[in-house]
């Protein structure tokens, strides 16, 4: 907290913040990155870092949360400790994401949205991650996972404590 009681992120993340937006003509264009750095410290983007990203970028909490809520990347909600993010758009649908997810649902006893009650997982939906060539894949925490298999997931899951 500062000193007027406001929610206010770590001095090294400030730090980053400011080295990103001094980078840039316009602060308005370091939003994506210092989301980036305070959810790597908190896990997710919360009503009270978007007031501190805002302020420290002198912009409008609306024009942070804005940034937070487009890209799927962010996490506007709490998530278990290895975000997995399941493609589901066509290429990857095309070549069996479909069973991935009823796999990680069943294994893992939660919809998309929802958190393993060991607090391990949450399970989202992606509509691209950019690895089309690799079909079906995941992303768990930044670490790609391509070419799926059902029977494969166990394994992967297995190397997340």
């Known amino acids: 907290m500062n000193k007027d009681g406001e929610f206010q992120l770590s001095d090294s993340v ?6 990103e937006a001094d980078k840039y003509p316009s602060r308005k264009a370091a939003v994506k990155s210092a989301l980036r750095y305070a959810q790597a410290e ?4 919360s009503k ?3 007031g501190a990203v805002a302020r420290i970028l002198d912009l409008e909490p609306i024009e942070v949360f804005e940034v937070a809520t487009f890209y799927d990347m962010f996490y506007t909600s709490p998530v ?3 975000p997995i993010r399941v493609c589901t758009n066509v290429s990857c649908l095309l070549r069996g994401s479909t069973g991935i997810v009823n796999r990680l649902r069943e294994d893992l006893a939660v919809d998309f949205g929802e958190t393993s009650s060991d607090g391990r997982f949450t399970l989202l939906e992606a509509e691209c991650l950019g690895a089309c060539s690799g079909a079906p894949m995941m992303i768990i925490d930044d670490d790609y ?5 059902p029977d494969l997931l166990d394994s992967i899951l297995e190397s997340y404590q």
């Open 42 to 45: 908190h896990g997710w983007i």
């Open 48 to 50: 009270d870092i978007v």
């Open 80 to 82: 278990g400790r290895h």
């Open 14 to 19: 400030i730090l980053k913040i400011e080295s």
């Open 145 to 149: 996972h391509e070419d799926l298999q």
